[in-house]
Every structure is written in structure tokens, then in C-alpha cells.
């Protein structure tokens, strides 16, 4: 019998009750906890989903024929949509409830995107199709490119970026391109302490040297201390804002003109657009590179980890400098994919080049296209207001119980952030964010921004409710005084997820990658594989 | 409006437990000149979802859909039927609305998902390990030239001329930035391989040989005497496949002695989708799990003894290590590979064969029918389901009268390398199983109207 138990908690799959009745099944499932083998302990060489020919002519010679099948065994139609679906539910969704990780905007995902992508003219169309079978997909690019424009107050866009750390790269080579093309040598990028990880990768990765600017009380960019260590060295500054402590820096205009004076760049890490679109124009704060993450503020599906979309809007002084290809319209109505072939035609010869090897998320543009077409210039607005006003309304929510290290200073944007202070001795955030799991939600996001102590960063976005606002407040709440209360029960959470905390010193100390077993016969997983005790 | 649940009062009453007096009282820390008072003046207002749809579909509807006329194109993107399941399971609201899984307990159908798919992708490149994914093919080709610098500590790439063209600018737009230095070159317009100048061009400088298998002009180069060489320079061989579906016929390059192996992942569940997204894939050597890019999904244990499964090895990641990460990679391309997984599971690996013997059964007819038009010849002695045709004209021109007349016959190598007079006259033309044999007639018939 666990400590939990004896503190009253329901007992936990394959434990015992207080009175000792056996909670273990003989199938190893419970109910609706369902578990699940993986494919290849299930599936069997036989078996195939796909009904194929068998065609019986010889190869052309010369082929390094493959000596044996892929050692991958099959599954048949039934046996796989029971595998994934099963699969699919050991997963927490947006779909499900409150998804509150700071910085990463789970908002609702619209299904009139999902169906839209669908459409054969977008999702049946080759990447090299001549140019006059396309015009509708080069106008969907077209067409965002210039709401990109638009709602950031911007002059070009650079549709191609695959994800947002991708965009970083694209703009910070921009800004590379364009002090090449003056002559000059600047290796310095600039990254305030609190940016999201990706910044300096991107910035190492582009070949910069990174240096840390530090933040004030208040949880801004130290604008003395920035301008302080700016010289002719300084290629630029990349900047989150809204910054990861969920606050607007107020200075921004103020942080670009002393970068642009002394012959540097603005990137802005636009991660957190969500907050502001439609409020306020990066472009009108001096920012000359940013991208949008496609898969935060216009509501294309996150997807377990990707894909994501990160068009990089840029300033008059770096759109020259911008990626091949993107799309163009001439006055005839045409519109035109511009490659290496007509760069040059299209006044783009400075361009720093190709990126990756078509012309971008294709996929994710329709999805955000329709999302921006259904909340039009004014619904965006109310957007960034609700998002906006929804993290106020938990930062106020919970300050009293929560340490809120920002919460003196004034609102916050679109996001609240909290740290472990007053928390028992021996409690993290680490049990708080679990016992959110038994509470039957996504925990925030957690130890991030590194500024804060035990940081916990919540963002609801505009697609949550006050009511599931107020069950989620009212859980943190319990969760924060239990945490403070020293409850030794949330050590152990989560207790009711299909998986209790698992052990990732293992998982990195002896990595297993690859499953290495061999195929078993159809239909019987060995039980030391799915997790014999 | 239908996505925002919040009402008047609800606003009101939360502005109210907030302590302001309205929503502008919350955006106090923008400047007020910054400030936007209305919407943006020239866009559009809100639209109902009738309107959207109707807008949307207009625009769809000026795009000619592979699927509505004979088609032929490939260069790095093929058209292959996926199973209705595969579209239906990637929907799933678990699958399409989950976050990256950082939180294990709740997120063990994403990260299954992952271990099986690094385990089915290592199976089929015949590599050790394989990472959750990347980008696309062309983003993981240059990640692994990266790689293989940290491993070899050299810099100096050596690209074949069978390297799809827009990979190779990719990998020339990265190295002008970081210093790398990259020996490229064209294709040779021959039956062979550009095996021998690749060989040729390795040095003891030489990080790494990057080689395109099958290759752009549908050739099949000999990576096993490529890595011979490669080895006795001490240089690795990145192999790149664009077509994975070629692997359930020939064999895969892990096992023909690639270091690394990495691949477009898009012929398997993920489609056309006019170029993205798409799915990196990449495999290598166990030995170098800790110079790879990108997240990886590890087999654990949980508080009781259960097997599940985790992100892990993150310490190479941007999230801990920041600039000294070995990518700046962080979202990928999850539910695509959930995509793929999906179908190769409806495949398996003897269903992967089949699908590979008949696609190359539909090219060979194809090679069959289209050679007989007069003036038209094949390039290729050796090819899985894509060759490269010779025209007596540039095929640049024949391409775009193809599509006026409702076929989709092929992309033109002028296409590919802008300006390259010598290539013009090729034409590289794809069968998979989506071709029938009405579609290889008409194309015939249609390709000698052209050329008379």
C-alpha cells in the first residue's frame, strides 16, 4: 500500500487499496487507460495494410538490389487505426483542455484550416509544376505574404522558413548579407539574458559570436547596460517582444535607434505576436527582421512537435537581402515564382540565396491564410485583447498565493509568469506541474524563462473561456497552497496519467533509440517488453 | 466571432477582478504613438466560414491537380497513394493539437509514435539510429555536412554532381556564412554516375562526400566503392535519399557503408502539399549519437517500473546548451512523421518491396513507351522510377505546351540549372504507381505532338 493511498488518494493502476483488494488487471489495461505493445510487437511480416500487385518482370540490370525486405513488419487496415488510435490517447491535447505553455501559444486549431489544406488544388500540386498551373497556390502565398506585411507594418516577407528557429536563421543571415554588402566585418550578436534558446543556437549557428545583455528589476532589456556595450563590433541584437517574462519592453523603439546607429540590426523573435497583432506594429518600433511563428499566432497545428511555418517580415534595409525563391506580382495579374533564373529580372540580385528546397509550408499558409480570412483586420485585434486580457486575468488570479515577480510593475501581455518562492523546503515547480496532470491538465511552461527561480509561465491564449479559466485558476490555487503546505503526495504525482514520472537519467545515460527486439508472433507482445515489473 | 469564447460580460467581469478599467489599461507598457486605435485600415473584416471556404476553394481551383491529369514530375517530391487511414489517424485531435511532448507522462502516444518511427527509418537507410526528424531533405543534408565537421573536425565538402540542385544551394547559401567550403559541380549528361569525379575530388582535407541515391538524373551511383574512398581519406559518406520508397528495391545505404544517411521523408503519408511541409530524415553511426542534430525519443522506465519513453540526449539541444548546441533546431516535423510512420506501418517492410517493385515495373513501361517517340531518348541504364529523357529541343518550352494540353510531363532539367546550356534538352520524368497505362499513352502522344 503507497503513502499516497494511506493519505486517502484513489489507488493507482496495478497498486493495491488500503484494504488491500489487488487493482491489477489481467489484461494490463484499466478500463479506458488502455495500454499498447509497440507495432512491431504486434505486427507480423504477413501482414500489409496496402493491397499492392506483385509484379512478376525483371529489374533493369545493374541495381544493388536490396538482399531482403526492410526488417519491418505490417499491419492490417483494423490493426493499425486500433494502434493509433489507442496511441493517441496517452496524449494531453488542445482538444482536450486548457494547453497553458508559456511561449508556445496552444490555441484552438480551427477545422475549416484542416479542411481547406485538404483541397486537391493545394495539397495534390507538385513543388515544380510550371508556373501557369499554380497561380492559386502562388496567390495563397501572395495573399499572406501580404497580411504578413500588413499587420506588422513591415516592407517585405521571406515566406520560406521552415519553423520559427529557422526564421531566426534567415533574418540573422539577412542581416549578415547586408553588412557583407557594405564591407564590413561585424561578429557580434547581442541576446538578452531571458531569450528562448533558439536565439543563440541560431546566432552561433550563423556564425556570430553570442554575448548576453542583462535585464533590470523590472524584467526589461537594461537599455544603459545595451547601449553601453554597443560599438562598431555589433552586427545586431536579437530581441524577444513581448519578452519571455510576458512583458512588452517598453523601450523598444528607443533599444533599435541606438542599435541603428551604430550601424547595427533589430532582429525580433516574434514567438510572441500573439499578444499584439493588430495592437501595435513591429515595424512602426524600429524592428527590421522578425518572424512569425504561422504555428502560435495563426492557429496552425502544433502536431506533437512540427510542422511549423516561420516567415521572417523584414525592413526596407534587409528585404534586399532576402532568400530565394518567393512570388511576385506583375501589373498583367501574373503571378510569378521568383528563382535563381529571374532574380535578377525581379531587382533581387543581392538575395543571400536558397534555404531550404521549395517554396516554404505550403500546407501551413492555406491553414493560416483561412485563419487570418475568418478573423479579418478586426477579429485579429480582438485576439491579441482577449489573449492579453485572459493572462492578466490569471496573473491577478493567483498572485496572492503565487509569487508573480513581475506582477508590481503593471500588466502583463499575454502571459503570466510565476516563480517557486514560498514553496515548502524540498518543493519545486517540478510537483506543482505535475500535480496539474492529475488535475487533468497540460502543465505550463516550466523553468523558463531562466531569469526566474522555479519560473512557471502560464499563457491561456484568446480560445479559453473564463469558466475553464477559473477551473484551471482554481487547481494552480490548490496546487500552490498544497505545494506550500509541504503536501509530500505531489512528490509522486502524477498518479493518474498513463505514465508515472519516468526516469530520463536512464533514458540519456543508456540510450535506446531503436527498438532491437525481433518481430514476435502477430498479436502477442512478450510481456517483458511492454513492462514487466 | 466563432473562435473567441469570451463574452461582453465575461470581459467585463474579469477586467473588473483585474482592476482596469479596460482592455487598453492592459497594453500600458506600448507607446502610445505605436498604439493602434482600429482595426488595420485596408484589410479585410471578419468572414463567416462560408465565405472563407468559398474563397479559399476559388483559389484552389486555378491550381491543376496532379491527381486531375496524367502526371509525371519528381525531382525530390513524388506523388505516391496514401492510404485513406493515414489522413484520417493524423487527425486526430490527441495527435494534431499536442505540443511537443516535454511532459512524458501525458504525451506517451507522440513519443511511441517517435521511437517507432527512428526505429522503422534506421531500418530502412540501414542505419544505427535515427533522429524524430528534420525540416526536409535539403535542411538535413546540410545538418549532416555540419555534422560530419564536428566529427572529422575538416571543413571541406564534396558535393556530386547527381546532388539534387536546389540541395546543393541550400548547403552553398549555409557555407558562404559559416566558412565551409564546398566542392560542387553539375551533372554529366551521361548513362554513368558521377561516381569517378566525386572520387576524384576527395582530399585529405575532405570532411565529408555527399552523395544523391538514387540521383537527380534517376541514376543509381555505386556508394559502397564511394565510401571505400571516402574511408581511405578519412571522410565520411553522407548519403541522400529523396525518394525512401526506392529502398524497398535497392539496397540502403547504411549497408553499402554511408556514415550518415539522410532523406526526404515526403513519398511515404505526407503528399505533394506544393512543396511543404515536408519531412527531414536522418540516420547515422551510433558512435555519433552525440554530434547529431534534432530531437531524439529514448526508451525509459517509469516510477513503477513501466516502459515508456522520453526526449532525451537534450543536452546536445538548443533549449539546454544554447549557442553551443549542435543545431538551432526545435520544431520539426512531428505529425509528418507521424504521417510516414503511419503508412510504413500499413506497409511493413515485404509491402515496402512491392510497392518499390511496382513502381519500377510503372517507369520501366514508361521508359518503354516514351523512348519510342521519335527524337526521344533515355539517359539511364540503371533507375528506380525516374529518369532522365533526351529531347531533340530545350524541354523547358515542351513542359509548359505539355501542361497547356493537360499533362504534367516531367520537370525539365533547365528548370533545375537555369542557364546550363548542355542540360537543357533533359527532361526527368517520374512513374510511380499513381501512373496508368492511359497516362503513359496520352503522355506519349501528347510529348511527339509537341516535338513534331
Known sequence: MSAANAAGWRPTMGDTTPQGENFTTKSGDYGLMLEEPLSFEIGGREKCGVDLDDPQGAPVAGLPLRKAAPDLPGLTEPETVRHYTRLSRQNYAIDLGPFPLGSCTMKHNPRLNEKVSRLPGFADVHPLQPQSSVQGALGVINELAHWLIALTGMHGVAMTPKAGAHGELCGLLCIKAAIEARGEQRGVILVPESAHGTNPATAAFAGFKVESIPANAAGRVDLEALKARLGPDIAGIMITNPNTCGLFEPDMKAISDAVHAIGGYVYCDGANFNAIVGKVRPGDLGIDAMHINLHKTFSTPHGGGGPGSGPVVLSEALSPYGPLPFTAKTADGVIHLVEEENAQAFDHSQGFGRMSAFHGQMGMFTRALTYILSHGADGLQQVAEDAVLNANYVLRSLEDVLQAPFAESGPCMHEALFSDRGFADGFSTQDVAKGLIDEGFHPMTVYFPLVVHGAMLVEPTETESKSGLDRFIASLRSLAERAKAGDRSLHSAPHFAPRRRLDETLAARKPILVWKGEPGPAGLPSPSEIGDR | ?452
Request: net charge negative.
Open chain 2, 1 to 452: 466571432m466563432r473562435y473567441l469564447p469570451l463574452t461582453a460580460d465575461d470581459r467585463a467581469a474579469m477586467l473588473g477582478i483585474i482592476g482596469a478599467t479596460s482592455v487598453d489599461d492592459l497594453f500600458v507598457d506600448v507607446p502610445a504613438e505605436a498604439r493602434l486605435s482600429g482595426p488595420i485600415v485596408g484589410l479585410p473584416l471578419h468572414a463567416n466560414e462560408l465565405a472563407v471556404e468559398r474563397h479559399m476553394t476559388r483559389l484552389a481551383s486555378q491550381n491543376l491537380s496532379a491527381g486531375s491529369a496524367p502526371f509525371f514530375l519528381g525531382a525530390g517530391a513524388y506523388r505516391h497513394h496514401i492510404p485513406a487511414s493515414v489522413d484520417h489517424l493524423i487527425q486526430r485531435g490527441e495527435f494534431l493539437t499536442a505540443y511537443t511532448p516535454y511532459q512524458p507522462e501525458i504525451a506517451q502516444g507522440t513519443l511511441q509514435v517517435l521511437f517507432e518511427f527512428q526505429t522503422q527509418v534506421a531500418r530502412l537507410l540501414g542505419t544505427d539510429i535515427a533522429n524524430a526528424s528534420m525540416y526536409d531533405g535539403s535542411t538535413a543534408c546540410w545538418e549532416a555536412i555540419l555534422m560530419a565537421g564536428r566529427i572529422t573536425r575538416k571543413s571541406r565538402a564534396v558535393l556530386s554532381g547527381g546532388l539534387h540542385p536546389h540541395y546543393a544551394q541550400v548547403v552553398k547559401t549555409m557555407a558562404r556564412f559559416t566558412g565551409d567550403t564546398i566542392d560542387a559541380r553539375l551533372p554529366e549528361l551521361s548513362a554513368e554516375a558521377d561516381d569517378a569525379a566525386v572520387i576524384a575530388a576527395i582530399d585529405a582535407d575532405t570532411s565529408c562526400v555527399v552523395v544523391q541515391y538514387p540521383d537527380i538524373l534517376g541514376r543509381i551511383p555505386d556508394l559502397a566503392a564511394i565510401a571505400a574512398a571516402a574511408q581511405a581519406k578519412g571522410a565520411l559518406l553522407i548519403a541522400v535519399v529523396t525518394e525512401p520508397v526506392a529502398l524497398g528495391l535497392i539496397e540502403a545505404p547504411g549497408n553499402l557503408g554511408a556514415d550518415i544517411v539522410v532523406g526526404e521523408g515526403q513519398s511515404l503519408g505526407v503528399g505533394l502539399q506544393f512543396g511543404g511541409p515536408y519531412l527531414g530524415l536522418f540516420g547515422c553511426r551510433e558512435k555519433f549519437v552525440r554530434q547529431m542534430p534534432g530531437r531524439l525519443c529514448g526508451q525509459t522506465v517509469d516510477a513503477e517500473g513501466k516502459r515508456g519513453f522520453v526526449l532525451t540526449l537534450s543536452t546536445r539541444e538548443q533549449h539546454i546548451r544554447r549557442e553551443k548546441a549542435t543545431s538551432n533546431i526545435c520544431t520539426n516535423s512531428g505529425l509528418c512523421a507521424l504521417a510516414f510512420s503511419i503508412h510504413m506501418t500499413l506497409l511493413g517492410g515485404e509491402g515496402l518491396a512491392r510497392l518499390a517493385k511496382v513502381n519500377h515495373a510503372r517507369a520501366q513501361a514508361m521508359v518503354a513507351r516514351l523512348a519510342k517517340v521519335p527524337g526521344v531518348s533515355c539517359l539511364n541504364t540503371t533507375y528506380f522510377n525516374e529518369v532522365t529523357l533526351l529531347l531533340p529541343q530545350d524541354a523547358r518550352e515542351v513542359v509548359r505546351v505539355l501542361a497547356d494540353r493537360g499533362v504534367l510531363g516531367g520537370v525539365s532539367l533547365g528548370r533545375l540549372y537555369p542557364g546550363v546550356e548542355g542540360l537543357a534538352n533533359g527532361l526527368l520524368v517520374t512513374a510511380t504507381e499513381t501512373v496508368t497505362d492511359e497516362d503513359i499513352e496520352t503522355f506519349a502522344t501528347e510529348l511527339a505532338g509537341v516535338l513534331a
